[in-house]
């Protein structure tokens, strides 16, 4: 009884910070805001919803106090465990500081909190006259400052980076409360160590975000798109180089399987193939239309492609119809396989260069599974993978994973040797801690540690992700 007295008394104090609407302990709260979209247990003391700075820090203030442990909770899309609360933490939601505060079409940039939702700033940059850039399949949910906790990439990152790419400033407010302004908007800073960079990607563990001034570009001219077929991986890298060398700018430069485009057009029936026949991968390369008089690239380009061998066929979007289809058999992979049964979801990175290695040696891997699929698909512009691993939903769920366990590890050891990464989106989190070990040797996790312990010396702040103390 005496610690459901002292938990009593903590929801009593927050109550006061954040008042009685504003905190919840309602079980399915509790199972809403203390897990993102792995499989977890969520167990959180409660949720609080500050809507200011001030209340953020008032809370991180109290819980260092009191060494109640803290996760810091966005839209919880990633896919690593990194917003899940299962040891009776206090879930902080910053949802409800979700206002625009400026929009600098002179400067270029945005300034807003950190619950706004990026579909409703890539909205009001758009009314502007402008564009933010990072795009991403949960955009309609994602948050601004979770993205940054994560280092969110997204289709666009080959030509415009990613999440931290756009970061001017920050607002920061450490586990003591203390608030960091590090919002300057400013394009050129040299006073010292960039303190901002040290919290994107940080998931959480050394500071809460609570506001961001964030890079705009201005917004694309009419967008072309092309879908071209291909029968090896090795050729993708080559059309890439091709692209690089004939000064096309992609916007995207994407691919997947046959087995990824049979999954959509089972699963989306709305959607066409474009083709007669079915290839062993697809590109979609997608890039500004040149300007009134300039010579479009996209049929030179083409026709280069063909000669050399790097594609036996392509079809150009010449509609909007033609260009939705076309990219919702890419963007709608992670959804038909969500669909089909269990999943395990794996996120690598490679130097652009060592992937074609790579695959060969990852399909060797792959061919020693029994009785679960892969679909592979992703951003090739930037190195980044995305690894699916499917079964039938009557497989036993511990054999599944047993299954794909094994196989992952392997897979990373490739990684290793290729000197890639293990997680290029959606960080470490809970899941992968274990395996941080693969791109992360000891040195480099042991420097984290020493400043996890400078920012949050009582370790209340996400503890146990990334890596144990």
Request: one cysteine or more; aromatic letters at 8%.
């Amino acid at each position: 009884m005496k610690g459901h007295a002292v938990n009593a008394a903590h929801l009593e104090a927050l109550k006061a910070i954040v008042t009685e609407s504003r905190l919840t302990v309602k079980p399915d709260d509790l199972q809403v805001y203390g897990k993102d979209w792995t499989r977890s247990t969520p167990n959180p003391l409660a949720v609080v919803f500050p809507k200011t700075t001030d209340e953020v820090s008032r809370i991180l203030r109290y819980c260092n106090e009191h060494r109640i442990r803290v996760v810091p909770s966005g839209g919880r899309t990633g896919l690593a465990g990194a917003a899940n609360a299962s040891n009776l933490e206090l879930v902080v939601s910053l949802e409800k500081m979700n206002r625009i505060l400026s929009m600098d079409p002179i400067n270029m940039s945005v300034t807003a909190e950190a619950g706004v939702i990026i579909e409703t700033l890539q909205k009001e940059a758009k009314e502007a006259g402008l564009f933010y850039p990072v795009d991403l399949a949960a955009k309609g949910s994602c948050q601004l400052g979770g993205n940054i906790a994560t280092n969110a990439g997204g289709l666009k990152l080959i030509r415009y980076g990613g999440t931290r790419e756009q970061v001017l400033g920050l607002e920061v407010v450490l586990a003591d409360g203390t608030v960091l302004d590090l919002n300057y908007d400013l394009r050129k800073n040299n006073i010292g160590y960039d303190l901002k960079h040290l919290f994107v990607a940080s998931e959480g563990t050394l500071g809460i975000v609570t506001k961001a001034t964030m890079k705009l570009a201005t917004l694309p001219k009419e967008l072309r798109l092309t879908c071209m077929a291909t029968d090896s991986f090795e050729k993708i890298t080559q059309l890439l180089g091709l692209v690089n060398l004939r000064g096309i700018h992609p916007t995207a430069f994407e691919f997947f399987t046959k087995a990824c485009l049979n999954l959509v057009l089972k699963h989306q029936t709305q959607r066409q193939n474009p083709f007669q026949d079915k290839h062993a991968f697809y590109v979609l390369l997608e890039f500004e239309k040149q300007p009134d008089g300039a010579t479009d690239p996209m049929e030179p380009f083409l026709e280069e492609a063909f000669e050399r061998g790097l594609i036996s066929d392509a079809v150009i979007a010449s509609s909007s119809s033609e260009f939705h289809n076309l990219w919702g058999l890419r963007e709608l992979i992670s959804e038909s396989v969500s669909m089909e049964g269990l999943v395990r979801k794996n996120d690598i990175a490679l130097p652009i260069s060592s992937l074609p290695p790579f695959i060969k040696e990852m399909e060797k891997v792959l061919e020693k599974i029994q009785g679960v699929q892969m679909f592979l698909f992703g951003h090739i512009g930037d190195g980044n993978l995305h690894l699916n691993y499917s079964a039938p939903s009557s497989m036993d769920y511990d054999h599944f994973r047993s299954l794909t366990r094994a196989t992952e590890v392997e897979v990373f050891k490739l990684v290793e040797k290729y000197r890639g990464s293990i997680s290029a989106e959606h960080g470490i989190g809970v899941l992968k801690k274990a395996d941080l070990h693969f791109c992360a040797p000891k040195e480099v996790v042991d420097t984290m540690r020493r400043i996890k312990s400078i920012f949050d010396p009582n370790g209340i702040l996400n503890p146990g992700k990334i890596f144990d103390l």
